[in-house]
């Protein structure tokens, strides 16, 4: 089964997105801070995670530096409500795979999901 972690401060948005995703046969997680992600990842395996841009603290920007420094290969996919052409370019300098803005369409979401974790099948 693969893995999704979303990491948003939005509490709503994460209960709904990982009830979401569960009931589509993702084992789904979530948290609600840059910190937490970390420390999700050190204690098990994601293969994807949906990423909010817009976080108190240490934001979406620096969850993908941090990986990239730390050279975790999992996929990310950005999910912001504040969707630009500047920060789907930054977002995709900084390794993310794909860009989807919120109010999120699930259908949407469900494809690049998948496309985005085949590619990584294809590797
Ligand atoms: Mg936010």
């Given at each position: 089964m693969e893995s999704i972690l979303v990491v948003d401060?939005?509490?709503n948005l994460c209960i709904v997105l990982t009830e979401e995703l569960t009931e589509i046969?993702?084992?789904a997680n979530y948290v609600q801070s840059a910190d937490s992600a970390f420390?999700?990842?050190?204690?098990n395996d994601v293969d994807l995670i949906?990423?909010?841009?817009?976080m108190p603290n240490k934001d979406g920007f620096w969850v993908l530096n941090q990986l990239k420094e730390k050279g975790?290969?999992?996929k990310v996919i950005v999910l912001t409500a504040y969707a630009d052409v500047k920060s789907a370019i930054d977002s995709a300098k900084l390794g993310a795979s794909d860009?989807?803005?919120k109010p999120y369409d699930l259908d949407e979401l469900i494809?690049?999901?998948?496309?985005?974790?085949?590619?990584?099948?294809?590797?």
């Open positions: 401060d939005d509490i046969g993702y084992n420390d999700f990842l050190e204690d949906l990423l909010d841009l817009k975790l290969k999992v860009f989807i803005s494809i690049t999901i998948r496309k985005v974790l085949q590619k990584e099948h294809e590797n």
